[in-house]
């Protein structure tokens, strides 16, 4: 079964780059056996433990509030939730493929080391990049309360979804600025080249994460 026809998933957004759906499982319950087409991350929104498992693979998973996971796609799998509280994660379902097994860095490979960080009149800003592969590049942003993400280039189509409840300004060069208000699992696209900066202007420390498709 599709996965859009589980009343556990919620899509946020579809293109012909990737799937993305808010996955709320509630406590000791189980999603239908679903069929994932093509390799998909799993993002934690909170702590959770629940298990992956189906087509002769079992993964207990026990995460951090917006800790990652990367599964392959061609199987039918099935989501359930082991505590007694609601699950929340975000799945993103690349179309084309993730190929974790071929890392250009992390996920085994060689640590990432293109990560920025510092701290400017406002606040501190973080931007760090968990792996990249052939197909994609995956980066986790983190603001303290009034950072701001310098400006920075993003040479290809990505998503920003956000992991807390986020009012980011962005001030895309050349353009006017704009607010963004997301909750947890909301999803940003941008379609093409941006050069930009991002600007936290909550009073509280907030993440986000990146995916450019190549």
Known sequence: MDVKRDRCFRSVLENDRVRVFKVDVP???????DYHHHDYLLVSLGTSNFEVAGSGIRYPMQMDDGEMQVLKGGASHRITNLSGNPLHLVEMEVIGEVHPERPICGLGGHACTDGIFGRNEAGSYNQSTLFETDTVKLARVQL???GLLPEHRHDRCHILVSLADTTLRESPVGSGSRELHLFPGDAQWYSGRVTHTIENL??????FITVEFK
């Open 27 to 33: 406590g000791l319950q189980s999603t239908l056996l």
């Open 144 to 146: 303290g309360a009034g």
């Open 202 to 207: 909550d009073t509280r420390d907030v993440q």
